[in-house]
């Protein structure tokens, strides 16, 4: 199983980046690489995903080295509304592929202060 | 696109008692998930049905919880006779078939055991 290593927490000011490294050393070839933020009581909600190299959107981007062995999701100019649960998820999501493997960690609690 | 939805958003019942969520996934999107979410941790992976059939369940879902998807629409998730460790939210998901990688989250349903 691709288990996930993340820090526990991270502190940051507004308009600041953020950089937040996952490892996942028993990555396997069909597994993918997808973030999450979650707010209190609320539902995870998608933020990037990726299979290597570099992927980026509107919100976010996913460094992904070589070996594929570790990520990092980088949030620019962080605000407060940023501060939130962040998730690193490794597994194969294809349809019809072994789900449960899907392990989300203890996630990544940061804190935006002003 | 109104979103995942779960129903009831809160439910305290009492040590033995048993309880049914519903999740109603976004429509069409073939996949839906349930997790296990408690406090301090990341979801957890019950199970996923793929349209009407139930294709994985999680060694933590012991024979006390059930969970059906007739039709492949909203899914329902019982817990039968619950014990407090129980006590958790319970997240949905579902996957549209296009993509078949971001998981849409529902706002989840806390379950508190007494």
């Known amino acids: 199983l691709a288990k996930t290593t993340q820090p526990i927490s991270m502190d940051s000011y507004e308009g600041q980046e953020v950089n937040i490294t996952c490892s996942h050393n028993?990555?396997?070839?069909?597994?993918?690489i997808t973030w999450y933020q979650q707010f209190p009581s609320q539902g995870p909600r998608f933020i990037i995903q990726?299979?290597?190299t570099k992927v980026t959107n509107e919100v976010a981007s996913l460094f992904i080295p070589a070996d594929r062995k570790s990520s990092t999701l980088s949030l620019p100019r962080v605000s407060l509304s940023d501060t939130a649960v962040y998730y690193c998820?490794?597994?194969?999501?294809?349809?019809?592929?072994?789900?449960?493997?899907?392990?989300f960690g203890k996630g990544t609690k940061l804190s935006v202060k002003p | 696109d109104t979103g995942v939805s779960q129903d009831p958003r809160h439910k305290i019942t009492k040590r033995g008692q048993n309880v049914t969520f519903r999740c109603d996934p976004i429509?069409?999107?073939?996949?839906l998930y349930w997790y296990r979410q408690t406090l301090g941790q990341g979801p957890e992976f019950l199970t996923y049905?793929?349209?009407?059939?139930?294709?994985?369940k999680s060694r933590l879902l012991s024979d006390r919880f059930s969970a059906e998807r007739p039709k492949g629409s909203f899914s329902t998730l019982e817990i039968q006779r619950t014990e407090q460790g129980d006590s958790a939210m319970y997240l949905c998901?579902?996957?549209?078939?296009?993509?078949?990688?971001?998981?849409?989250f529902g706002p989840g349903t806390r379950l508190t055991v007494t």
């Open positions: 429509s069409e999107h073939n996949r």
């Open positions: 990726g299979y290597k």
């Open positions: 049905f793929q349209n009407e059939a139930q294709l994985e």
């Open positions: 998901a579902s996957i549209p078939s296009t993509t078949g990688y971001e998981q849409y």
């Open positions: 998820l490794v597994g194969d999501m294809r349809s019809g592929g072994s789900q449960g493997n899907l392990i």
């Open positions: 028993n990555i396997a070839t069909n597994d993918y």
